[in-house]
């Protein structure tokens, strides 16, 4: 009994030991494919350096419209949102009053000519009396005095009269400058009180031309300046829409006019003012905007895209892809210098040369030495020729063709390593 359990046993071992060494083999046959990557292409152009900041757009020119004369609004010339001319009538208070102060003010003036006439005439006729002694001095003097009083207050006279012209003119309520008239304030037949900020009528904001003032690093002031000085016609920068998926579409150039006196010590910021012309509209008073201000330029710029860029323990690095055979690539781990994320999504980085091919999605699936093959960010595999592959036959044949190639590659590979003793 004993002796048929133990043969059974062997013969039983006999088959599991058959069985693992025909797995070992079909294991050791079995080839698994190249993986899948995205390619990105690394391109050399000429790009400034620059600083990515916020900003705020001012009007160029802002009024509060405040009458200078109280009285009652009797009429309203233009509409909240119009677009008005410099000296056009935006709004007309009762002139009764003021047209009845400048008739009172001419006679006034009147009045003081026929006296002054008369006391002129006066004194020609007694300075030959005085001449001849017929007349005192004193007397005569005093003639004289009379005339130069009667001129003093003719010309008292005349001001009065030309101040209650200007009071009557500024019944009529006329845009300081040309721009974009604001709301109503004040409505017909309200009573306003001359330059009182409650009676203000509207405002009006320039919105063809605008201010950028926006902030920079104090420690970079000095960086700006240079730039400065070697830009004649003043540093350009981008302006545009935060966070607006169509900015692209919403942006404008505007040049550095001005630097603020001083730094802001709470901040350690200095504010910089740009002018931008807005003939289009696109952008409006105390709306906040991105700004990029472009610094030094640099030529031959190399540029990689920002998902090929990663990171190990030593610093920043790339997977770089080179045709090894057919549709494969074989991948190398390059370490790189990276500088500044341009808005575009291209890094500035040392390390690479134009025309590199950069690993962008499926890094965790490659290592160094590893080989792999093009597909779209959707995973259809990408020929030979560069084209997608839409059809799920030539997709198996592909990736058929493309297993036994990197079988090929790697024995050829273990071939020509040396054998370990």
Known sequence: MIKNTLSIALVFA???????????????????????????????QDV?????????????????????????IVKINFKQGDYVKE?????EIDKSRYRANVLAAEAQVEMAKSQLKIDTLDMQRNKKLAEQDFVSK?????????????????????????????????CDVRAPISGKAGFFNIDLGNIVNANNASSMITTIEETRKLYVDFFIPAARHFEVQSAMKNSPDGLELDVSYVADKVSQKRSAKARVEAVENRSRYSSSTLVLRAVLDNKDLVF??????????????????????????????????????????????KISKVQ?????????????????????KVVMYGQLRVADGALAYASTPQGIPIAEDGKPIADPVKIKEFLGQVTVQKAEIDFKSQKSAPSEK
Do not use: M
């Open 14 to 44: 006999a088959v599991l030991t058959a069985l693992s060494g025909c797995a070992k083999k079909a294991q050791q046959t079995r080839q698994i494919p190249p993986a899948a990557v995205v390619l990105g292409d690394v391109v050399q």
């Open 48 to 72: 400034f350096s620059f600083i990515d900041t916020l900003g705020t757009v001012n009007s160029f020119k802002s009024v509060k419209v405040v009458p200078q004369v109280t009285g009652q």
């Open 87 to 91: 000296g056009d009538i935006l709004a």
């Open 138 to 170: 004193q007397t005569y003097d005093a003639l004289v005095s009379k005339v130069q009083s009667d001129e003093a207050a003719l010309k008292s006279a005349e001001a009065d009269l030309e101040l209650a012209k200007i009071n009557l003119n500024w």
């Open 284 to 329: 409006w008073p105390d709306q906040p905007v991105k700004v990029i201000l472009n610094l030094k330029k640099i030529e031959n710029a190399v540029l990689v895209p920002n998902a090929a860029i990663q990171v190990d323990n030593v610093g920043h690095f790339v997977y770089v892809a080179k045709k090894a055979e057919g549709a494969l690539y």
């Open 336 to 356: 790189v210098k990276v500088g500044q994320l341009y808005p575009d999504g291209n890094y500035l980085v040392e390390g690479l040369q134009k025309g590199d």
